[in-house]
């Protein structure tokens, strides 16, 4: 482990055995052997479409849920053959704050009461009163409202709560599980602003996960990119935003709703849906998105690999360990796809010959 690391997640996989609609059992791998490391006092922020893995990576961290194998490494020490005594302690130092504020807090219990709670369940009783009413201000509460039941609170001060509930521990890593996805867009400004400003109070480190890409460039300062349980583009955030490498990152960037002209990332745009979870295909598990596939992708899994000043990218277009992919190579297969065809229609098939 670094120096500089205050969690570093190392060979991470989960899978899920399920039924598919016919009653077989089936094999989902959620998550897939990530790597990936936090600094102190560093925002990472996690990106990908619903169903990507991310929700799942944030609970193995914090040991929600068990990983079929992997270490995570949380300040030097290895959580994973900690006991549920030892977990507990370690608990204190990474909270979680999770995306829906109203399901996150016991609706039967006060504001003051549910932060509290964090602090009752690990024997601290000393002090109580002050510690939560000083995080309660911190995060823009008043005395009133920390008498108040989470049914009298708005979506913004319920999730304002939530963060409380996490800071009064204080801890010094806090994962961020869409945390603002559910709130009005004027109200999620006034959390990220508030975020970033305890960020610098607490001395935090977080894990910010999003499918939001302009939320995850305002908040992160290295950016993670998921698709299909695996990391597919990591870099840091000027890096990423200013020159995405994976056709998938390219097609999240083109998604971003804009109303200035901006240049789309040609040659790289993606079609169709992602495959079925449930049926993994052998290669690449975005090449039947993916214009400029190759046999290469079918045949052989990408592995991330560091392209450029630590810029690292799970993609063979961007293999430099081998002979680029000829122009030739790469229009036979485009012309050739089937998804093509029915995309944009047979009479341009012509056009591209």
Request: proline letters at 4%.
């Amino acid at each position: 482990m670094t120096a500089s690391a205050i969690l570093e997640v190392e060979g991470l996989s989960k899978t899920f055995k399920v039924k598919d609609s016919h009653g077989r059992s089936k094999v989902v791998h959620a998550v897939n052997d990530v790597n990936l490391s936090v600094g102190r006092g560093e925002t990472v922020g996690l990106v990908g479409e619903s169903g990507s893995g991310k929700s799942t990576l944030a609970r193995l961290i914090v040991r929600l849920i068990e990983s079929d194998k992997g270490v995570v490494q949380f300040e030097g020490q290895n959580l994973q053959g900690l006991s549920s005594k030892e977990m507990k302690k370690v608990r204190s130092k990474m909270q979680m704050v999770f995306q829906d504020p109203y399901s996150s807090l016991n609706p039967q219990m006060t504001v003051f009461d549910n932060v509290a709670f964090n602090l009752w369940v690990h024997g601290e009783r000393k002090n109580t009163n002050k510690k939560v009413m000083e995080v309660l201000q911190d995060v823009g509460l008043s005395q009133r409202q920390a008498a108040q039941y989470p049914h009298e609170l708005s979506g913004g001060q319920r999730q304002r709560v939530n963060i409380a509930r996490a800071l009064v521990m204080n801890p010094q890593l806090v994962v961020l599980d869409e945390p603002v996805s559910a709130l009005d867009k004027s109200v999620q400004a006034q959390v990220l602003n508030l975020l970033q400003d305890l960020k610098q109070e607490y001395g935090l480190s977080y894990i910010f996960i999003s499918h939001d890409l302009n939320v995850v460039e305002y908040m992160s300062d290295k950016v993670a990119i998921m698709y299909f349980g695996n990391l597919v583009e990591t870099a840091t955030s000027s890096a990423l935003y200013g020159s995405p490498k994976h056709p998938y990152t390219r097609m999240l960037m083109d998604s971003i709703p804009t109303l200035s002209k901006r240049d789309k990332w040609s040659g790289f745009q993606s079609i169709g849906e992602p495959p079925d979870p449930l049926e993994p295909q052998a290669g690449c598990s975005f090449r039947s998105r993916c214009l400029k596939a190759t046999s290469r992708c079918e045949a052989e899994v990408p592995v991330l690999k560091n392209h450029e000043g630590g810029h690292r990218v799970a993609c063979h277009l961007w293999d430099n360990s081998v002979e680029p992919v000829s122009t030739i190579e790469w229009l036979e297969s485009f012309a050739n796809s089937i998804k093509y065809r029915s995309l944009f229609g047979e009479e341009n098939e012509n056009e591209l010959e």
